[in-house]
């Protein structure tokens, strides 16, 4: 890196700030600052200082002055100067230690595990990384320069029109342009919702979930009452006296089930005879297998519900990008809370995204991700039935993740089994939220999308032999080759 | 934008939600729910349909299921079918209002003031939108695959290896990539500061500055302390039991002038007897055009100053990414704060600011603005010295605005005379702290990097008008080509 750096610092002349003060003239004082930008580190061994000229201009002295610097520290040893190579701080001049650069916690340093089967990530090497490109290019080439500016809190109108439609077509939304507001994810939708007084606490939660949002909360001040969930799903009959519901409709994180239709009219009710609120969270909506898609809970009362969606699980985590569909009433609420200069969320991304739905590289994306998401949810359900049939796969056929019912007390040896194995998972445990006196259950919450395709194979033949009866010693009789087989 | 989503949908296929249920069978359940899709609104008029087979796999229905579905529904009059067209959404069965799209919020909409003196932000127009989108393309490319995954919470090591190396060299920072924390911006980076406990109010404030982060702050909970200020800048002798103070060291915002060396020596001292920290906002520091520049603060102590900067300034407010330089005991504090799973920024846009760092784009981007911005500040102080004698401008050259100190008394006249001619431009008494007893100054805040290049003539003129002498009636004679003339 310093050294694609020092190229263009030659060409270019870079800036160095270096300040001329204390007694005896400027090529002093020039000397004086180079020395302790040296000795302290901030130029490292090897870095090419900027050509006479344009330091010169720089500093406002004579590119003689700086000529007679640099001479003088090649001679004390602190510069070298080299024909064609320009001149350079000295590998010797370097600082012994202290200052010496901490070594990085870059990924280099950082070694996952051997197989990630935690659920929360689509298949990070399955990024559309061409057709993102071109969108992003085109829109920066076409985008107006008013985007350059002070931003619209509520996201680009490019990118709220682009959802509206989307979200309208493919989810049953009932979302226009100026109901949607940007923002990079569903944690950061609940800042304004709560901090902003849209939404109050006590928040009802379903009896499990996401542990992080449950902090999140927690940190914001609002307290969750947990509902428990049954076959039907969250049972919304226990609402009492809370003001807001926050409900994962199509496919309940994790257990997985959808919510019963007469549930979902029944919530709507509820909000409604109460003034109540449903904080809809849709996080993976766009992933059903089964040919029963479930519409968004929203498309019922688009006044009663929060519709609040990201790319984070059909794209990437890497694009912060996620949306509210918000009642009416709430709109300038949630954008005053938002706060007119802070919009967050990159702008050149959500042109980008635009772009990208607009021209169907995200409808085509989605479908390609929900193919091979199937195919490994199915490769699973029948590797499971083969080697380890006591597994339950519960849930309808969807998403990104399973959810394995294991026998009673067994959930913890079985983690335990898998960690052994090199596989990184989660038990229900921890989705559990700490109020409920809802039965545990015990189950492993398996992350299928999570690995690149080409090591898919080998976390689930992994996977089988920790669960496969007997224990993990391996002293099952089945054919290995089933679970890493590519699949029907 | 139909136009074109109605195309990729013929290609691709696009994602199209129905719920099939009720009685009857299939094909009435589909007309029944492309007739409510249609009703509601959710499929505007003009809307090309995906076809048969597309719509059949997606639904698990046979063709001819879908081929009759469309047949009844053109017969009803809901749907057109034309040869090479396709099937589409009848114009008339466009629902007739209430469910019509609201009028969007979009930038046709709103009309922004003729003459943009607001300060804050650059030049939109100058955006170097083909090297920004080589270092995104190349980022991108060349991107391992783990960047699409979940990411450090402390951004991108690519990231902060190039500002850390920048920073070294353009403000005299003493930074490792280990003590940088990546964020979207000042705003952003008072939330795990204080937020985490990092830092406690009170907080020391100069006594002019920005009102917007005194609300960020208060709304954190974080009472804040007003310094005066005097030719000196901050009177930092003035801290007491303070556990913190933010300075604007470089160029105090919005009065213009450095810190003295001696206040700055005096600031470290003060954090080193008392366990005080210095929360240093470099927001402008790249922007000096007097060849003395000012150094970070932070240079003189790592560990007592935490160092706060963004691309805002210097490239835009679209690319929402800045920095935090930590003193080295407080990095796993602040990164616990931020959140494992929340990094806020966008990941892409890191690694595409990294390119445009490491590549030198970066470093002439900086050196074109500052020969604009420093051109467009010689123009103002000519301008006004030959038509507003009476005028003082303050502060050192530096930055992206200046202040123009006007006789006591006038400044609610001075901004409504600018108002009048269609010039958006801010007072100082905005940015006084509410609780300072400092005397009051007059004087007006003057974003000369806001207007486009072609535009910054008009508003000068506009604004030597409506600041001559004799009031806004033009009745001055000077030679009004003064103003507009392309500068020295």
């Keep these: 890196m310093p050294e ?37 580190g901030r130029l490292p061994a090897g870095t090419r200082l900027p050509p006479y000229r344009s330091l010169a201009a720089d500093l406002g002295v004579a590119r003689n002055t700086v000529a007679d610097a640099y001479a003088e520290l090649v001679a004390e040893g602190w510069l070298t100067a080299r024909q064609g190579s320009g001149t350079r701080v000295a590998e010797r001049a370097a600082p012994p230690r202290g200052h010496a650069r901490v070594p990085t916690r870059g990924p280099g340093r950082v070694r996952g595990p051997r197989h990630d089967l935690r659920q929360g990530a689509p298949d990070a090497s399955a990024f559309p990384r061409a057709a993102w490109a071109a969108s992003y290019r085109r829109a920066l080439q076409q985008a107006p320069s008013e985007v350059f500016g002070p931003g619209d809190p509520a996201g680009r109108i490019e990118l709220r029109e682009a959802l509206a439609e989307y979200l309208a077509r493919a989810r049953g939304v009932r979302a226009e342009p100026d109901r949607i507001v940007v923002c990079s994810g569903f944690a950061h939708a609940l800042r304004p919702l709560f901090g902003g007084g849209v939404l109050r606490g006590p928040l009802a939660v379903e009896a499990y979930g996401l542990g992080f949002h449950r902090e999140l909360l927690a940190a914001a001040g609002v307290r969750t009452v947990p509902l428990p969930l049954d076959e039907h799903g969250a049972r919304v009959d226990r609402l009492t006296r809370e003001r807001a519901v926050l409900l994962t409709p199509a496919h309940q994180f994790p257990t ?6 007469a549930r979902r009219a029944a919530v709507i009710d509820w909000a409604r005879a109460r003034g109540g609120l449903v904080l809809e969270d849709d996080y993976d909506g766009e992933f059903r297998y089964d040919r029963k898609p479930v519409g968004a809970l929203q498309g019922l009362d688009p006044e009663r519900v929060i519709h609040v969606g ?3 699980k059909s794209l990437s985590l890497a694009v912060r990008l996620g949306w509210m569909v918000l009642p009416e009433r709430y709109v300038d609420g949630v954008l005053a809370a938002k706060g007119d200069r802070e919009a967050w969320a990159s702008v050149l991304d959500q042109l980008g995204l635009a772009d990208f739905v607009v021209s169907g590289s995200y409808d085509r994306h989605v479908r390609r991700m929900r193919q091979r998401y199937r195919d490994r949810r199915d490769r699973l359900v029948a590797a499971l039935a083969e080697r380890a049939p006591h597994v339950e796969v519960t849930g309808v056929a969807a998403g990104l993740h399973a959810v394995l019912r294991l026998p009673p007390g067994t959930e913890r040896s079985a983690v335990g089994a898998a960690a052994r194995r090199g596989i990184a998972l989660d038990g229900l445990a ?9 039965p545990a259950h015990d189950g492993l919450v398996v992350g299928y999308a999570t690995p690149p395709e080409h090591a898919y194979g080998a976390a689930l033949e992994a996977l089988c032999e920790a669960l496969a009866p007997g224990g993990e010693s391996g002293g099952h009789p089945a054919e290995p080759a089933a679970c890493a087989s590519p699949g029907p």
Tied chains: 1, 2.
């Design 256 to 261: 997985g089930g959808p919510l019963h239709p």
């Design 310 to 312: 990201s790319v984070s």
């Design 430 to 438: 921890g989705f559990r939220h700490p109020d409920t006196d809802m």
């Design 4 to 40: 694609s750096w020092v190229n263009s610092a030659e060409r270019i002349g870079a800036d160095l700030h270096l300040e001329l003060s204390g007694p005896g003239g400027r090529r002093a004082a020039l000397i004086r600052a180079l020395r302790e930008a040296v000795r302290s």
